[in-house]
Structures are given as structure tokens and as C-alpha cells.
């Protein structure tokens, strides 16, 4: 079956439909990495948005039960100039063309991905619309202009309650904003007693469950459409050691007196080299975020900046200056993507750890 | 960190002469550390022996020296230079090897020279098997059970603990030479000897084989900070058990999850991190098909034939790179040069699927061993870049120039299917095709995956291909399914062929529905970031990234993949064309597929299209790039077979035209233009059936060279001297019949000569005038040419010169022509005329200072000799005696013979120069690898027809203290000569026969001219191997022992006793 993907200034894509065959309109992105659409497309950072891969052979080695990064897809769309029908792998148990049926989410393949890739490099992220119809592009176009950005996404992917993955190590909370299961496995990894709480999850619940540490994860959107979320780290800010991810990390500077801004197209891919300033070290990270905190807001804060990214110099990393708190744009859970930034969950252990020789934890709740 | 402190002078060794493993990509990485270098100001001295190179043009360092790389001579450069700091790994295990040894000479403290880049202490790590074991049992890294051993009963008993199959592998040897997979006590005890013998400290791995797992491998850099990065990885289509110079690659993996991707990056950034590497490396890893299990297979501390894959196939130059972590720079100081607005510091990004398939000799080495190991057979190699995996390979088969333009092999259907499956499962050079053929059959892919293990991704594809071509044979030709054929990478000619049509037609129906590719950019970023890079390749979708520049443009094309008769020279001239396009105002756009080159480096041209040298590919170019013409002077055969068809559809050919390149291949033409010329050639004929052939040599008289004329270059001619070998050269070697007449020429002993020259319309430049060791009969590429000639009259000069400016101008030449001659009985005769770019070019450029391929693009352009400041006529012959020695791949190619004859066999050249004839004899012996014995015994055995011949040159031995060896025959007419002799046994007189004294190290030299041994079984042919695979010298022409005798007597001192006092007659003394 033929479909289309429709951006916003018009231009048209015209390719093969799989995956579900129905419309399905969302932002459109691209990912860089070669390696990783299973886990790009269970990233649920990605909701709402419309992925293309730029690699052109996507679906080779099919999709497995282990590679999720949640429990399900939340993005809105997959956009790939191939998609294999004959994966192979021995972990493999169906196509990517399955799986995307199973969810219902529509694809379009057989398109020129880096023609698409090179617009929204030119122009910036644009909304578009996949469709299998053949109604007039203009109707679309004025969907396309009606609809604004969504500004709902944490709430539809963040866990609807609390749950817990029991350890023997240090309790760390987790806000989740949309967690990759990633977070989730280096913590258990390492083995903290996690337990995971909505995103708008407020301080007092929080404290209730007397953490050792809290992990603010990654998430989709605009990070200032999760207003609870800063009153929240305003609170606990200082309290408890605490560890931004991605979103997380735009949160944290937005309750420490930063500010955050959408970026032109972002950066996603598992290529974009960081430096970790106090090390002078290049990090290969993984990276998924439209929003970056800029660096003028950050002028009186308590802030210092710790990372940033070479390529464009944009904030990659910060600290705070006198509380034991740290936050990274990037991923150091990796998939997809390397894992040269594990170490980032050591440290945030080892200031737990500290935190708690120092304080002793039960002193606040006596 | 910046440049190091104190480092003012480097000095960089260059990998030397071609062979197989070790090509064109250590030339392509040389230039580019040395420009890394020059732009930093240093001061950069650069040694190789081999002058085919760009990096030995005195343009690329400061000051070349083309010197022999051995301790002796980089010493010699050490000493005299003084350089601050040495940079080997960018020379290939030539390089690295040459500084092990100036270390352990303790020349390099001795001078105060720091090595630059990874350490030495790290390659020695990763080099040798035991430390490199230790290392990754220290930081937990997997390797196959294994043993390192030192005798062959070690081998047996490690064999017998861990069973059989078992994998040899020589210690620091190139491209695994002498290593294999063995499935018995009989071939490990044979494979083992001989690695054995090969490796320089007699040590060999022996290990688990892991055949059938996946083949990965990981080009990652490091800096001295520790920021590593991964700049490709690629999957062998081939799984382990072929070497990976010998497999089909493709990049990036794509059979990976990004688990398994991931988890194997860590594996190799962890192990160059614990060898602390400054600068690139290969790490090469097997993985499991069916578990997370992988094992490390080996890691190069250097820039290898893979990195040059890699940064062509992401843009990344990681020599360059390279060059600069070693003199002190980090990765994140270093900008991406593709970008310009980016770091260095990152990991490139693919949004295309590109594939290498290798380029193996045996076209031209029809007897040899064809069969794929863990020993490098390939001489070449070529690339293709597809938005499809099947787009990407099928450009590649084209591109491979093996007589076929699809995944297809005609022959092979006429294969049984015991004989297919066998060649499926072990491999050899045409599996890939073979494979087709299964499918085409009908196997099913569980079938052929049993026999192959390739994986069932690569299989999925093949079938679609294979699917594909029912469609296009039964359906009606749509625009989808035409346009979807194209976006397969199916040729318009192989469509044509299955829809009917002619060629013709459908690329005018196809052009007519719009389907013309379009160009991409290699951008190492995947569109992400904004990119400066002229590096396209085509593909078959929307939007095409070219940018019109406005400016005149010329299209030059490349010589494609590397092989034997085609080698790294066709590209040094391609690279001085392109520079000479842009000195003269125009923009220089160059098509070519090989990976390995300087010419495929985006920065040479100012567009560079990695495409196949394929008339359709290449008139794809043309239609959008609208030259001024093309030129095809420079890309050897390669280009010029295009040249016809380029024509006939209107292109426009600058230089030579094709009626001066048809005259010179046309043999009538040709015999027509020498007679309008008086100039004489050897008589021949042309035939068509066997009665007529014998007739015709019969006429001429024996010996005749016979070879077939619809290839030219050498391949399948052979010189027959009796009816006999007539008949049977008429059976084996060729197919004759009206369509493929085979061409007859008296075969004239005598000395040849060889001369390149460029002509502009109106005046002739001679640059020089070089003559052979060799006598006629052995292939030009294979003789030892000298410049200036030593031996030829100042009357012969004139009389070569002469006749070379009536051919140039008669022929109509515009830029470089190619004058082989012979002189028989002091008259001179022409043999072939080619009006292109010789093997020739770049040594006798280098010798006599004249930029040939710089002038004659200039001349091609429309400049004259006269306007480019040149003085036409023969140039001034230079002071110094240069020779330019062949060298071969032998030992790497079981079952062929050595023999040199008029089929070319040479992989590679370097250069001896100095102030007398011997001395640059001495160097060039010595640069090809060959240890001269200056003691010992001296093999006989020659044909009956040379015995008179070999007669002086063995007793020239004989007086140096040679012992001499020979078989009955050969030992009685030598010791009728008044020799004393060993006898010893031939092959049939039981042991110890010959062989045996050859292996046991008996014999220094052989010489060696037993006629016809093609068969293996033949004696000649054995002594000839054998002594190949011991590393003796062996001599198979009578003109190189001269040679070498001559220079053994140079650099010895015969010890001869003191003259007798004068014993006066009586009467003499009684004077008064």
C-alpha cells in the first residue's frame, strides 16, 4: 500500500506503508544511530513524535523481548527507507513490520530518509502527518497548521503508580517522566531497592518513602510543560542526593533558576561527544532531547556547567554548586548507544553513600 | 595538548613495494600523515622504497629519500637527517617492524629519536601472541583457547588436547602468510613448518578455530588523554575462517543488535585503552551467531588496509588523524575535516550500506591454490556505496572488472551440483557468484547457509536479487518495476537482457521516465551536520546534493581495483592529472572505486565520485556533470576500455583519441601505421585455427610468441618453442576461433627496451630511455629496468629516439605514449605501443625530475611542451644509475609458477638509485626483500638450450667460493667445465633428493630455467616453489643471476692468491 508523510511547509514524501495503516500525525525527528530502533522506538522520550532513522536498512536483526525500553512504543510514527521483512538474529521474534502492527502504529518506508533528514536539519524540527489516503495535501496542511505542539506527553507515558524493584543496596526514587527501562537496570545493577513514583509526584510523598537518593529520569517534551515537577525538586533540592536524566536534567535547572529553550533540530543518536569539563575527557554519548538548558540563564544560579557538547557547545551537564545534586542531558543508561557513561550512576551512588555518612538518614524523620 | 615540544623534524617510513596484504592503502595513509605533518610545520623526511607512490613525490615531505627499508639504510637517513621524531605506524608492519628493529639496533636512543604515536611496547603487545594473550586473560577479555608454539611436535600435542579444526597463525607475518585452517595431524604438521619458517622469530599460533562465527571488526581511534572513539565497524559477509582481506565486507555491521553492537565497541575500546594506542587501530572479533559468546581475534596497532576501508566508507581520514595524536594532539583539539564546524572527537554516522569485495589474481595466475583461507590471496580491492545492501554490492561486482555485470557467473550454471556444493563450502573466489547459482537453481537458503554459514540477512538478499530477475523476465516493464530494479542496483544492461531490450533502448526509455540517479554525499554525519565534502556516490531516489559550481570541469577516470598488470602506478598518474586539471584553471572531478588510494581521498579532487568504472555509471556522471571531456589516459586499461562507448555516445575524449588508442590495439592498424613509417616490427600473423597457426610459426620458425588478441597486457602469452607446445598452448590456453583469433610473432631474443614519451601535436618530449635486465620474453613489468641505459650505443639512442617521435606523431598522441622495443641483432624493432600512462610513469618521473603525467595533462589541456617550459627531444640523461626491481607475491600464492615469462607476475616495484650500476642494483635486490648470499652453494639446474650460457655466470660463483649443486646431468657438463660439484638426487632418485637440500637450507641460490612447468607435478616447477616457500633466492632468468652475480662481486671480495713471481726465460734476462 502507498502512503505519504506530509510536513507542514509542504513537502511530500510518497512511499510503502507498513506497520498499521492509518494516519497518524506527530513532530518529526531523526535519530543518527545506526544500531538501536528497537530501543528508539520504546524510548518513551519519543512520544509524540514521528522517528526517522537515517540509516537505510532498519529491522535487520527484528525485534527481540529483551531490547524495550518500556513496556510499550509511544511514538507516533516510523519513518525508515527500509524495512527488513527477513530479520536475523538470534534473538529475534518478529519484524519490526509486526510490531508496529501490534501497536498500532503506522510506518512509511521506501522514502528518501535523507532528503527528509537534510530538510529538518535546514529548517528545524517540523509537525507532519503520515497518512495512507489520498486526499489533497492541503487538507492535511491545515490539520497540520491547527494542530499545536502537545504539551501532555509525561502524563501519558509516566507510571500511573508507585511500584517498586526491590534491592538490598541504597533506596533511590525514581520521578519517572517516562523512564527508559534503562534507568532502571543500571540502578538495579547496582543493587539499589528502586522505587518508581509518577511524575507529579509531590515532595511530601516523597519523603515518605525516605529515599537514599532521587533519580529524575528522561521523558518527552517540553520540560516546562511539568510545572509540579520543579515545585517538587524545589523541595526535596538539598534533602536528598539527586541525579537528573535528559528531561530530568532540564527540570533540575529549571527549578535551580535556569532556563530551557527548544533546540533547532536536536540531537539524537548514540554519536554526539561530550566533555566532562573537570576531566577535559570526550565522552561518546547517547543523546535524545529537542530542549536544552541555555547558558545565559544559568548567570546568578547556583549552577556550574559540567559537560557540554563539542559539537555545538550546547550544556550537556550540571552540578550544583554547594548540594549534592548532578544532572546530564545525555544518556549514561545507554540503549541504545554506548556505554561509556556508566560510570555517571557510581558517582551518583557514591554520593549517596557520602550523603549518608553524612546525614544520617533517619535524623530527619525523628 | 599541542604539538609536542621540541619536535621540529620527523621522520615517516613508508610501508615499501606492493604485495599482497600489504597495497596501495599504506600510500593513500602515508600522504596524508605527511600533508598532517606539513601542516603543522615540521619538517617531514620520508623513506620508501617504492617509487610508484605519491607520498615519494617531493612535493608530499621535505625531503624523500628512496632508499631500501631496511636498518641498514634508515639508519644511514637516521643519522644523516636527524630527525627529532619517527612515525612507523602509518607504514603498514613494514613500518612497525623497521622501527622494532632500529629500537632493538638501539639506533633510536643512540640518535635521540622519539618514536611518535602508540609505543613500542604496545605494539609488541599486541603483536606478539603470548604478551597479547596474558593481556586479555588480565583485563578479562576472551580469546579462543590457543598455544603459542616454537616446534611443530608442540603444535600436535596442543592439537591432540583441543581436537581438530585448528587455526596456524605465523608470528609477524603480513597478510597471515604461511598460516591456514587444518582438519588433521598431516596438513597441521605441513602448515606449521612452514609458518614456521615464515615468521621472523620462529613462533606460530596455534588455536581453537572458531570457523562460522560472525567476522567483526572495530577501527577505533585513542588519543593520549584516553578519548577513544570508534570510527566504523564492519561485518564480514564471509564468517571466520577467511581472512578478512580475502571476505566480502560490508559496513556497517548489519546483523548486530545494538546489545551486540555495543557490547562488542566496549570490548575493543577496553582493549586499545590497556595498550594505551596513540592513534588508530584494528580490532578484529568473532561473535557467536546464536549467544552473546565473541572472542578478540587479533588487533593491529596501526593503520591497516581496514582503516583505509573505513575512511573511505565514512569519510573520516584516520591516518590523518593519526598523525596528529602523534604529535601530541587530542581528539577534541582536532576539527572533522568533512565538516569543518564539528570535532574530530565523535563517531561517524552511515546513512548508506557499503561493500568491498576483494580483487584476487587468478585471472592471471590460472594454476594457483584458488581456495580461501586464513592466508591473503587478494591483490585488491573494490568499494560501493548503496542506499540498498543490494544496490551496494551489485555496484561492486561491476566494479570488480572481472567480466561480469551482475552477480552472476555464466560458466557456473554449467556446474554439477556435487561440484557447487563443494565450492560452497569451501570457499574460493567466485563463492559469491556460485551462491547465485545455487539460487538460482533453487537450493533453499537453510541449504546454502548449512554449506556457506553466511548469514541468512545476506542470503534474504541475494534471493531478492535472484526474485527480482523473474520479475523483470516476466513481467511487463513498468515504471515501478523499473524504478525499483535501479533502486536494487540492477545495470540497465542486465535489465535489457532480461526484458529484451537492447541496452540502448532502455537507458533512452529510462532517461525518458526520469529514472536517473542522483548523487549523495559522503558527509560522515548522516545529513546531521552541514558538510564541505565533494564526495558523492549515486543512488536512485529524490534529492540530489550536488551543488553547480559554474566552473569548467574535467572528468578523469581511475584505474579502479589493484591487480596484477594494474597496480598503484595507474593511480599515482591519476592523482598528478587531477592536480595538473586544477593548475590549469578547471575543476577536476575523478571517478574511481578502489578504497585503498590516494586518488579516493575527497581531498585530491574537487569532486570525487565513488562510483564503478562502468560505461553506465560513469555516463551517469557525465550527464550531470557536463565536462569539458573526459580523460582516460591515466586509469591504464580500465579507462581506456571505456573509451569506445564513451564515444559513441558523444563524449568527448581529451588527449589521445580513440582513433590513436584503436590504432595502437588494432594489430592491422598498427602494422599498417609502422609500415607508412618504415619502422620495423617482429613478423606475425593473425589465425584463427590451429592448421594455421602451426602453419604460420612453421614460416616464422621457432620460437614463436603466441597469445590470444582479445586481451592484451601479456595475460595467457606465452613464447612456445616447438610444434609440440604449439599444439598444447593451442588446447589449454585458449579458445580459438574466428571470433577470438590468436596472434602469432616470431619471438626475437634480444635485449628490450622501454620508452615513455609525451607529445603534444607538434614536438616529442623523451624523458628517458630505460633497458632491461632481462632479454625479451619475460614482461616488461617483470624485468629489471635501468635508467640510463648502460649498454646501448649512442647510434641505437638515436635510432630509438627517432622512432619514437614518428610513432608519437604518427599516432597522433596527445599526452603520454608507451614504446616497448627490442633490439635484435643491432636493429631496432617495435613490440607494442600504448598512447597511455605506463607502469613506467612515476619511476622515471622520479629519476629524471620531468612531471610526466603533470605535462602531459597540461598538453591534453591544450598547452604545449614548448609553453610549459619543457625542451622537446630527448631530456639529458641524469648522473645517477636508477633500477626499478620487481617484486612478488610468491609466497603468498601456492602452486604458481615462479618462472618469469611474458605474463606479467610482479605485484610491485621499488627503487635502487646511486652512482654506478651495481650499488643500485645492490640497493634495488635488497629493497625487493631479497637477502643476498655472499657464501654458500648455488643450485644448478638449466635447460639444456641455456647450458652454454650459464656457463660463465656460474663460474663468476664459482670464483666468489660459491659451492656449486647440481642434478647428474647438469654436474657432468659442469664438471667437464673443470667445476667441482655436489650431484645430487632429482626428484625420482629417491631422498635425500634436491628439495630436501633446498629445505634444509643446503642451497643459498637456485638457478633455475627448466622449461614449462606449468603443471605442479613438473620437477622445475617443484624446485621453483620450494625454494619460494624457504625463502631462497631463486633465479629463473640467466640475465638476473648475472645481475646478481655482479653485485655479489661488487660487495665481496674474491680471495685469490698472490701471483707468482715472473719466471723470465733465461734468454730474456741475458741482455748484454
Same mark, same amino acid.
Given at each position: ?10 513537502? !511530500? ?36 513524535? @514521528? !522517528? ?18 518500556? !513496556? ?38 521506501? @522514502? ?70 534503562? @534507568? ?9 531497592? !528502586? ?88 565522552? @561518546? ?82 | 595538548? %599541542? ?106 636512543? *643512540? ?113 593520549? $588523554? ?62 557467536? %551467531? ?256 550536488? *551543488? ?63 562510483? %564503478? ?12 556533470? #557536463? ?10 586499461? &580500465? ?29 592491422? $592498424? ?10 620495423? =616490427?617482429?613478423?606475425? $600473423? ?45 588446447? =589449454? ?71 619514437? &617521435? ?20 643491432? =636493429? ?73 615469462? %611474458? ?11 646511486? $652512482? ?6 645492490? #640497493? ?45 646431468? &647438469? ?102
Amino acid at each position: 500500500m502507498l502512503a505519504r508523510l506530509i510536513l507542514e511547509d509542504g513537502t !511530500v514524501f510518497s512511499g510503502k506503508s507498513f506497520g498499521a495503516a492509518r494516519e497518524s500525525y506527530g513532530e518529526v525527528v531523526f535519530n543518527t544511530g545506526i544500531t538501536g530502533y528497537q530501543e528508539v522506538l520504546s524510548d518513551p522520550s519519543y512520544c509524540g513524535q @514521528i !522517528v526517522t532513522m537515517t540509516y537505510p536498512l532498519i529491522g535487520n536483526y527484528g525485534i527481540n523481548r529483551d531490547d524495550f525500553e518500556s !513496556v510499550r512504543p509511544f511514538i507516533h510514527g516510523f519513518v525508515v527507507r527500509e524495512h527488513a521483512e527477513l530479520p536475523s538474529n538470534f534473538r529475534s521474534q518478529q519484524t519490526l513490520d509486526s510490531l508496529l502492527k501490534e501497536y498500532d502504529i503506522p510506518g512509511i518506508s521506501d @522514502i528518501d530518509t535523507r532528503r527528509l533528514t537534510r530538510k529538518i536539519r535546514q529548517f528545524g524540527t517540523m509537525r507532519g502527518v503520515i497518512t495512507t489516503s489520498d486526499a489533497k495535501v492541503e487538507e492535511f496542511l491545515s490539520s497540520l497548521q491547527q494542530s499545536g505542539n502537545m504539551n501532555d506527553q509525561v502524563s501519558r507515558v509516566s507510571t500511573k503508580s508507585v511500584f517498586t524493584v526491590p534491592g538490598r543496596g541504597p533506596r533511590i526514587v525514581v520521578v519517572d517522566f517516562g523512564s527508559k527501562s534503562g @534507568i532502571l537496570r543500571e540502578l538495579t545493577q547496582r543493587d539499589c531497592d !528502586v522505587i518508581v513514583v509518577p511524575y507529579n509526584t509531590d515532595a511530601k510523598e516523597i519523603n515518605r518513602l525516605r529515599p537514599d537518593g532521587i533519580l529524575l529520569s528522561n521523558g518527552p517534551g517540553d520540560p516546562k510543560d511539568v510545572g509540579e515537577a520543579v515545585t517538587m525538586i524545589k523541595d526535596v533540592l538539598g534533602k536528598y542526593p539527586l541525579f537528573g536524566i535528559c528531561l530530568g536534567h532540564q527540570l533540575f535547572a529549571l527549578a535551580c533558576g535556569g532556563n530551557t529553550e527548544k533546540m533547532k533540530f536536536g540531537h539524537r543518536g548514540g554519536n554526539q561527544p561530550v566533555k566532562e569539563l573537570a576531566t577535559d575527557r570526550t565522552f @561518546i554519548t547517547s543523546q535524545n532531547h529537542g530542549f536544552a538548558v541555555t547558558k545565559e540563564s544559568l548567570v546568578g544560579t547556583e549552577l556550574n556547567i559540567s559537560h557540554i557538547a563539542i559539537n555545538d557547545d550546547t550544556i550537556e551537564g550540571l552540578e550544583h554548586k554547594t548540594l549534592p545534586a548532578f544532572s546530564v542531558q545525555y544518556h549514561p543508561e545507554a540503549a541504545p548507544g554506548p556505554y561509556d557513561s556508566g560510570y555517571l550512576f557510581d558517582r551518583f551512588l557514591d554520593m549517596v553513600e557520602k550523603h549518608k555518612k553524612e546525614v544520617s538518614p533517619y535524623a530527619i524523620t525523628r | 595538548m %599541542p604539538l609536542l615540544a621540541n619536535l621540529k623534524k620527523v621522520l615517516v617510513i613508508g610501508s615499501g613495494p606492493i604485495v599482497i596484504g600489504q597495497a596501495a592503502e599504506f600510500d593513500y595513509a602515508g600522504t596524508q600523515a605527511c600533508e598532517a605533518l606539513k601542516e603543522e610545520g615540521l619538517e617531514v623526511v620520508l623513506i620508501n622504497s617504492n617509487p610508484a607512490t605519491i607520498m615519494t613525490d617531493t612535493n608530499i615531505a621535505d625531503k624523500v629519500y628512496i632508499e631500501p627499508l631496511t636498518v641498514e639504510f634508515v639508519s644511514r637517513v637516521i643519522r644523516q637527517e636527524k630527525p627529532d621524531g619517527l612515525l612507523a605506524t602509518l607504514g603498514g608492519q613494514t613500518g612497525l617492524n623497521l622501527a622494532k628493529e632500529l629500537d632493538e639496533a638501539g639506533i633510536l636512543q *643512540e640518535e635521540g629519536v622519539k618514536l611518535l604515536g602508540t609505543d613500542l611496547e604496545a605494539i609488541k603487545k599486541a603483536e606478539d601472541r603470548d604478551l597479547f594473550r596474558a593481556l586479555m586473560y588480565e583485563i578479562n577479555e576472551p580469546v579462543p583457547e590457543s598455544d603459542i608454539i616454537q616446534t611443530v611436535e608442540e603444535a600436535v600435542a596442543f592439537a591432540n588436547r583441543i581436537g581438530y579444526p585448528i587455526i596456524v597463525r605465523p608470528a609477524y607475518t603480513l597478510g597471515g602468510t604461511g598460516g591456514g585452517i587444518v582438519h588433521d595431524e598431516e596438513s597441521l604438521r605441513e602448515t606449521v613448518a612452514s609458518g614456521l619458517k615464515y615468521s621472523p622469530i620462529t613462533q606460530c599460533l596455534v588455536e581453537k578455530s572458531i570457523a562460522g562465527f560472525k567476522e567483526i571488526e572495530y577501527e577505533v581511534m585513542r588519543d593520549d $588523554k584516553g578519548n577513544s572513539i570508534v570510527v566504523c565497524n564492519m561485518e564480514n559477509v564471509d564468517p571466520v575462517g577467511i581472512h578478512t582481506g580475502d571476505s566480502i565486507v560490508v559496513a556497517p555491521s548489519q546483523t548486530l543488535s545494538d546489545r551486540e553492537y555495543q557490547m562488542l565497541r566496549s570490548a575493543s575500546l577496553k582493549i586499545i585503552n590497556a595498550l594505551n594506542i596513540k592513534g588508530g587501530c584494528n580490532v578484529q572479533l568473532a561473535l557467536d %551467531p546464536y549467544s552473546f559468546q565473541y572472542y578478540i581475534i587479533e588487533v593491529n596497532p596501526r593503520v591497516s588496509r581496514s582503516s583505509a576501508l573505513a575512511s573511505k566508507a565514512t569519510g573520516y581520514p584516520i591516518a590523518k588523524m593519526a598523525a596528529k595524536i602523534a604529535v601530541g594532539y587530542t581528539l577534541d583539539e582536532l576539527e572533522n575535516p568533512v565538516t569543518k564546524r564539528t570535532s574530530a572527537c565523535f563517531e561517524p554516522s552511515l546513512d548508506y550500506v557499503v561493500t568491498k569485495i576483494p580483487r584476487w589474481p587468478f585471472d592471471k595466475f590460472i594454476s594457483a591454490n584458488r581456495k580461501l583461507g586464513t592466508q591473503m590471496k587478494a591483490t585488491g580491492e573494490v568499494m560501493a556505496i548503496g542506499r540498498t545492501f543490494e544496490e551496494s554490492i551489485l555496484k561492486a561486482v561491476r566494479s570488480l572488472e572481472v567480466g561480469t555485470y551482475h552477480l552472476e557467473l555464466k560458466e557456473a550454471t554449467g556446474l554439477s551440483q556435487e561440484e557447487l556444493d563443494k565450492r560452497l563450502a569451501v570457499a574460493d573466489d567466485e563463492r559469491i557468484f556460485l551462491l547465485m547459482e545455487a539460487i538460482r537453481r533453487g537450493m533453499t537458503r537453510d541449504q546454502i547457509h548449512e554449506l556457506t554459514k553466511i548469514d541468512h540477512f545476506f542470503l534474504d538478499k541475494f534471493e531478492r536479487i535472484v526474485a527480482f530477475e523473474g520479475r523483470l523476465k516476466n513481467e511487463s516493464l513498468s515504471f515501478e518495476l523499473l524504478r525499483d530494479a535501479k533502486r536494487l542496483g540492477f545495470v540497465d544492461r542486465k535489465i535489457a537482457e532480461l526484458t529484451g531490450l537492447t541496452e540502448e533502448e532502455l537507458r533512452i526509455q529510462r532517461k525518458e521516465q526520469g529514472l536517473v540517479p542522483v548523487y549523495k554525499m559522503v558527509d560522515t554525519c548522516a545529513a546531521e551536520f552541514e558538510a564541505e565534502t565533494p564526495y558523492y556516490y549515486s543512488t536512485y531516489e529524490e534529492e540530489d546534493e550536488r *551543488e553547480e559550481t559554474g566552473k569548467k570541469r574535467v572528468i578523469v577516470l581511475g584505474s579502479g581495483p589493484i591487480r596484477i598488470g594494474q597496480g598503484i602506478e595507474f593511480d599515482y598518474a591519476t592523482v598528478h592529472a587531477v592536480w595538473a586539471i586544477k593548475e590549469a584553471g578547471y575543476e577536476a572531478v575523478i571517478i574511481n572505486n578502489n578504497p585503498e588510494t590516494v586518488s579516493t581521498d575527497f581531498n585530491t579532487s574537487d569532486r570525487l565520485y565513488f562510483e %564503478p568504472l562502468f560505461i553506465e555509471d560513469v555516463l551517469n556522471i557525465i550527464d550531470v556533470e #557536463k565536462p569539458e571531456g573526459v580523460i582516460v589516459q591515466f586509469g591504464g586499461q &580500465t579507462a581506456i576500455n571505456l573509451a569506445e562507448a564513451l564515444v559513441k555516445n558523444g563524449v568527448r575524449i581529451l588527449g589521445s583519441d580513440l582513433e590513436s588508442i584503436d590504432t595502437a590495439e588494432d594489430r592491422e $592498424k598498427f602494422e599498417k601505421l609502422l609500415r607508412e613509417l618504415s619502422i620495423a =616490427q617482429p613478423l606475425g $600473423k593473425t589465425v584463427t585455427n590451429v592448421n594455421a597457426a602451426v602453419e604460420t610459426a612453421n614460416g616464422l620458425g621457432y620460437p614463436v610468441l603466441v597469445r590470444p588478441s582479445y586481451v592484451l597486457g601479456g595475460r595467457a602469452m606465452e613464447i612456445v618453442y616447438n610444434e609440440n607446445e604449439l599444439l598444447s598452448y593451442m588446447e =589449454q590456453a585458449v579458445k580459438i576461433n574466428p571470433q577470438h583469433p590468436v596472434l602469432i610473432d616470431r619471438y626475437m631474443l634480444g635485449k628490450e627496451v622501454e620508452v615513455d614519451a609525451i607529445c603534444d601535436g607538434q614536438d616529442v618530449l623523451i624523458p628517458g630511455i630505460m633497458e632491461h635486465i632481462e632479454r625479451a620474453g619475460v614482461h616488461s613489468g617483470d624485468s629489471i629496468a635501468v635508467y640510463p641505459p648502460q649498454s646501448i650505443s649512442p647510434e641505437l639512442k638515436d635510432q630509438l629516439i627517432k622512432i619514437t &617521435t614518428k610513432i608519437a606523431l604518427g599516432l597522433k598522441v596527445k599526452g603520454l605514449v608507451n614504446i616497448q622495443f627490442v633490439i635484435h641483432d643491432n =636493429q631496432v624493432y617495435v613490440i607494442e605501443v600504448n598512447p597511455r600512462a605506463s607502469r613506467t610513469v612515476p619511476f622515471l618521473s622520479k629519476v629524471t625530475g620531468i612531471p610526466m603525467a603533470n605535462l602531459a595533462t597540461k598538453v591534453i589541456m591544450g598547452h604545449s611542451i614548448r609553453e610549459e617550459g619543457f625542451t622537446p627531444g630527448y631530456h639529458p640523461e641524469a648522473e645517477h644509475i636508477s633500477v626499478k626491481v620487481p617484486v612478488f607475491s610468491f609466497a603468498k600464492l601456492r602452486r604458481v609458477d615462479i618462472t618469469l615469462g %611474458p605474463e606479467m607476475k610482479s605485484t610491485g616495484e621499488v627503487m635502487g638509485r646511486d $652512482k654506478n650500476l651495481s650499488k643500485a642494483l645492490y #640497493k634495488g635486490l635488497i629493497a625487493s626483500g631479497m637477502k643476498i648470499p655472499v657464501h654458500g652453494s648455488v643450485l644448478v639446474t638449466v635447460a639444456d638450450k641455456d647450458k652454454e650460457e650459464a656457463m660463465d655466470i656460474i663460474r663468476g660463483f664459482y670464483d666468489l667460493g660459491f659451492k656449486l649443486m647440481a642434478t647428474s646431468g &647438469t654436474a657432468s657438463s659442469l664438471e667437464e667445465a673443470g667445476f667441482k660439484v655436489t650431484t645430487v638426487n632429482k626428484l625420482t632418485e629417491g631422498t635425500p633428493n634436491l628439495l630436501d637440500q633446498i629445505r634444509n637450507g643446503e642451497a643459498s641460490i637456485v638457478i633455475n630455467t627448466l622449461t614449462k612447468g606449468k603443471t605442479p607435478e613438473r620437477d622445475g616447477f617443484r624446485i621453483r616453489r620450494e625454494a619460494v616457500e624457504n625463502g631462497v633466492v631463486c633465479l629463473t632468468s640467466l640475465d638476473t643471476a648475472r645481475a646478481l652475480l655482479r653485485v655479489i662481486e661488487t660487495i665481496t671480495f674474491g680471495a685469490e692468491s698472490m701471483p707468482q713471481f715472473i719466471q723470465p726465460k733465461r734468454e730474456a734476462v741475458l741482455h748484454g
